[in-house]
């Protein structure tokens, strides 16, 4: 992801340890915005990371369209990536909040701790038609404070020239993505492609294999979670898989695969238009193979959510509620997702969706059962997340055995 960075998949907002602010008087002051004397709101600021200029002129233009609809004038603003969590955390100390929040959803459960954000349910907001995880993203404490239009996760991109050409099927299985990963090897190919690089990104990659086998972060050092490292493992001692894996990112992944220098990778749809761009190159999607047939594929959810902070004039928090919602109805909805190569989040639209374009169909199919990243352990998930790639890093490198590597990224986890 986001994010990756994984933002939405494409980006991803580092959550370097916890932040333990006490806002007694978070929902007091701040100028931001404006309202007439009677109280209703002119305009609204809205803040987040889209700071590609086309990217922030796409939004600027959507969020001017929805605060027309909401009868406010919307202030837009973009700050990197990096910066927008610093700065939202000050803001909420000094009580200068936006009225309408961004936020990369790993990032609520941190700011909504702090009581700098407004639950959704106060102004009525629509929160219904959203799967589990689409919801749980943007849900702190059994209270939704965000709400994101589209989401994003992972999924097996594969060259349909050279699996024909070595006559293998895609695999649906971890034994045939071994097999079919070793007879599509080649000399200066490799059959498989990951993101296997010491950041939160590299996590990420991680964690559908460790989800779908029935591994959680709550508990690293399980036979479960050593499978699924294994199976890392033994791609790259197989020289099935390339040991620079372990520096790439989803971006360099992505130039192998397009390169022709691997047949299959594992990445994101943010990677379509790209791909697109190669004329050369037919290529397919499929959902990422499980360790055995029945298992649930589990993958990690990218996307950024909608939210409304506190402030001191409840107008220009009902205005900004406003226009969160109508980023959220379905017409936008499946616009942004047409625009971004992102999943329409209300599963009726993400369903219509898949059926108009089919290269989004894998996707649609697994943010159904994607899950948030902060569901399990919420602020304290960095540490995990840390513990993992340290893992991969180690088991990959030979370092440590996969046992070994994950006993060490349980005490990384617990902070013991």
């Not at 050593?226 to 130039?255: C, F, K, P, Y």
């Not at 290529?283 to 409304?308: F, H, M, N, S």
């Not at 340290?390 to 005490?411: D, F, I, K, S, Y």
């Amino acid at each position: 992801m986001s994010s990756a960075a994984i933002p939405s998949g494409r980006r991803f907002t580092a959550l370097f340890g916890t932040v333990a602010l006490v806002l007694a008087a978070a929902g007091c002051g701040g100028e931001t915005g404006s309202a007439s004397a009677g109280g209703k709101a002119t305009s609204i600021t809205a803040l987040d990371y889209y700071t590609d200029a086309t990217e922030h002129a796409q939004w600027g233009e959507r969020l001017t369209a929805c605060g027309k609809a909401a009868g406010v004038t919307v202030e837009h603003r973009s700050v990197p990536g990096a910066s927008l969590v610093p700065q939202v955390l000050r803001q909420a100390s000094s009580r200068t909040l936006p009225d309408l929040l961004m936020l990369d959803n790993p990032d609520v459960q941190q700011i909504a701790r702090t009581g700098a954000l407004t639950p959704l349910d106060r102004y009525g907001v629509d929160s219904g038609g959203y799967a589990e995880g689409i919801l749980s993203a943007g849900t702190y404490q059994g209270k939704v404070y965000g709400l994101a239009p589209t989401v994003s996760t992972i999924a097996l991109f594969y060259n349909k020239d050279m699996l024909a050409e070595a006559g293998v099927a895609v695999p649906k299985t971890w034994a045939q993505l071994k097999t079919a990963a070793a007879e599509l090897t080649r000399p200066g190919r490799y059959g498989m492609a990951v993101d296997a690089n010491a950041t939160f990104e590299g996590t990420w990659q991680f964690l559908p294999f460790l989800w779908s086998n029935g591994g959680d972060e709550t508990r690293l050092d399980t036979p479960q979670a050593a499978q699924a490292l294994r199976l890392w493992v033994d791609l790259v001692e197989s020289g099935s898989m390339s040991r620079s894996v372990l520096n790439w990112t989803q971006a360099d992944v992505h130039d192998q695969f397009v390169a022709g220098k691997t047949a299959m990778m594992v990445n994101g749809p943010w990677r379509i238009s790209e791909l697109n761009k190669a004329g050369h190159l037919h290529w397919g999607v499929a959902p990422l193979p499980v360790r055995v047939p029945g298992q649930t594929l589990v993958t990690p959810l990218g996307g950024e959510v909608w939210t409304v902070p506190q402030n001191s004039s409840a107008a220009r928090q009902r205005a900004a509620a406003r226009v969160l919602a109508c980023l959220n109805d379905p017409e936008n909805m499946l616009a942004l997702a047409e625009q971004y190569h992102t999943v329409p989040s209300r599963s009726a639209v993400a369903s219509r969706y898949a059926h108009e374009v089919p290269s989004m169909a894998a996707f649609a199919e697994s943010v159904q059962r994607a899950r948030s990243r902060t569901s399990r352990l919420g602020v304290e998930w960095p540490r995990a997340a840390t513990g993992i790639y340290t893992a991969v890093q180690a088991a990959l490198t030979g370092e440590q055995t996969p046992q070994e590597a994950l006993r060490r990224a349980q005490r990384t986890a617990t902070g013991s």
